[in-house]
């Protein structure tokens, strides 16, 4: 019986009423209202925020039937109604001028009639205040604001309409002050988004505004930890292990591979991407689903103004927690919303500086970004030729080094310059060598390295073995005798597959493979 999983789906109740597959987080909910009075939540996008919204929705608005056999179900003795006021922000037209005010309107004006009450007062925030008051008034109980994706209008338009998004930022900031001196009328304050700007007054007006994006207690309070996957998704797992030709294990490391990584706090549990997880499963395929769902075009520009190497972030970059859980539009550290959007995650915590270790969580969203990273780097012509990087491996697995060389070639051949602007080429052959054996670890083994003293690339294929060494204005002799004399065939001469050491010469000059030779 092929089971109904909740793809997408943001609505706790549609879940619950449809026999949909649920992962039960409700523990985390129960945890939460209960120990907590408002608090913020930062998460990246597709990771469940907007259904925890609607979670805590239902359950104030004491809809006890959706949670039964939940574990909330068992801790609830007393179920009370609150009146709630919902604010979903991930839909609008926020480049437009009234956009974000008429979202806002449209809330509180919902609100009003569901709960047949009026509201007075002219400016949106006399209004909110206004609600908040006479459902107080009319209902006897505390209200429960719940603002979910506070960011997006922000996101939307602060690369395309930076006017737009102080705009919007400003309306932010009389707005949601007003629930600042209004505690006794309030039962629970919750806000989810990507990204935590510091400029925004929601953070600076709401000092009760606990975040908890970096707490250990809530880290699997959104995904799905290695114990949820195997409890709850037995069936699919096995499915797609027997489709692919996989053991249960096996099927289980691609699993790991592709979507698993992520940890939102230093000592806390590891989740899956729900979204592509769920995705894998309903379509029995294994592929870059929420990469798919969001070009990183604000990643991109703040990665091309910034310092930072490709490296870099491959190989890991430290970050302390100030850094991680706020953010300035006018910073030029990309580092923070590598984080926040999900690109980069925690991989290790130094207690004692307060300084995290972040890396790409998997895959999945290590080579989607370097993928969307081939037009800027390489030049559209090789953007809108993609099979040049499959052709080079092709080459790599027949043992065709001759043909491998000139595909490289032909890839830096099509890299186009400002006329009249020669490169700082160093630097960009760098980048561009480095993007181009990433990506083929899409596809093989690829060890990359540019540091001093290992091997700048091994690649490993089914029937051979590559050790390159690349070098910049010398000799490939040079490139061969530091292969040797720094022995980085050794460790692969016992395997059973043909040993081929390479070194290639680049010519800043000639910007391209000016020789090589197989040693």
Same mark, same amino acid.
């Given at each position: ?17 449809? @026999? ?110 206004? =609600? /908040? ?25 602060? &690369? ?51 975040? /908890?994006? =970096? ?7 959104? @995904? &799905? ?109 990309? &580092? ?71 595909? &490289? ?31 083929? @670890? ?76 197989? @040693?």
């Amino acid at each position: 019986m092929v089971r109904i999983l909740p793809v997408g789906v943001q609505s706790f109740g549609d879940i619950r009423t449809r @026999g949909m597959v649920y992962v039960d987080k409700t523990e985390y909910v129960w945890r939460l209202v209960n120990s907590l009075n408002s608090c913020f939540l930062s998460r990246p996008r597709r990771f469940g925020k907007s259904l925890l919204t609607s979670t805590l929705e239902c359950y104030f608005l004491g809809k006890k039937e959706l949670f039964k056999g939940l574990y909330i179900d068992k801790q609830e003795s007393a179920w009370t109604e609150y009146p709630v006021i919902a604010f979903y922000l991930s839909g609008g037209e926020y480049k437009e001028p009234n956009g974000l005010s008429d979202m806002l309107q449209h809330t509180i004006e919902q609100a009003a009639r569901k709960y047949d009450v009026t509201v007075n007062g002219q400016t949106l925030a006399v209004r909110f205040k206004s =609600l /908040i008051e006479n459902l107080w008034d009319k209902t006897g109980c505390q209200v429960v604001v719940l603002v979910d994706e506070y960011d997006k209008p922000l996101l939307d338009t602060m &690369i395309s309409d930076p006017e737009q998004e102080k705009n919007n930022r400003d309306l932010y900031k009389g707005f949601f002050s007003v629930l600042k001196d209004m505690d006794d009328y309030l039962r629970f304050v919750f806000f989810t988004g990507v990204t935590k700007f510091t400029q925004v007054s929601v953070f600076s007006d709401l000092n009760q505004l606990i975040d /908890i994006s =970096l707490n250990d207690e809530y880290s699997g309070l959104c @995904g &799905i930890t290695e114990k949820e996957l195997i409890n709850c998704f037995d069936p699919e797992i096995h499915i797609m292990a027997d489709k692919y030709g996989l053991s249960y294990d096996e099927c289980l490391d691609r699993l790991r591979e592709m979507y698993d990584g992520y940890h939102f706090s230093g000592d806390g549990v590891g989740v899956y991407n729900p979204f592509s997880l769920l995705s894998a499963f309903t379509n029995q395929r294994l592929s870059r689903y929420w990469y798919r769902t969001g070009t990183p075009t604000i990643l991109m520009k703040k990665l091309n103004d910034s310092s930072i190497s490709l490296s870099q972030i491959t190989d890991g970059i430290d970050a302390d927690e100030d850094e991680l859980q706020d953010y300035r539009v006018d910073d030029d550290d990309p &580092i923070p919303l590598f984080y926040q959007t999900g690109y980069l995650t925690i991989c290790g915590y130094d207690r004692e500086f307060n300084l995290y270790s972040l890396k790409f969580p998997n895959n999945e969203v290590k080579y989607g970004f370097f993928n969307s990273l081939i037009s800027s780097v390489l030049g559209s012509a090789n953007k809108e030729n993609p099979t040049s990087l499959r052709r080079i491996l092709v080459d790599l697995r027949k043992g065709d080094i001759p043909s491998f060389i000139n595909r &490289i070639k032909s890839l830096f051949g099509a890299i186009p310059y400002p006329e009249g602007q020669a490169p700082a080429y160093e630097g960009e052959w760098s980048r561009q060598i480095f993007l181009v054996l990433s990506l083929m @670890g899409a596809y093989t083994q690829c060890e990359v390295h540019m540091a001093t003293g290992r091997a700048d690339c091994v690649v490993k294929t089914s029937d051979y073995i590559y050790v390159f060494e690349f070098k910049l204005d010398k000799t490939v002799d040079e490139a061969l005798e530091q292969i040797d004399a720094k022995d980085y065939a050794i460790p692969y001469s016992a395997d059973g597959r043909k040993l081929f050491k390479v070194g290639v010469v680049f010519s800043s000059e000639k910007r391209n493979i000016a020789d090589y030779r197989i @040693g």
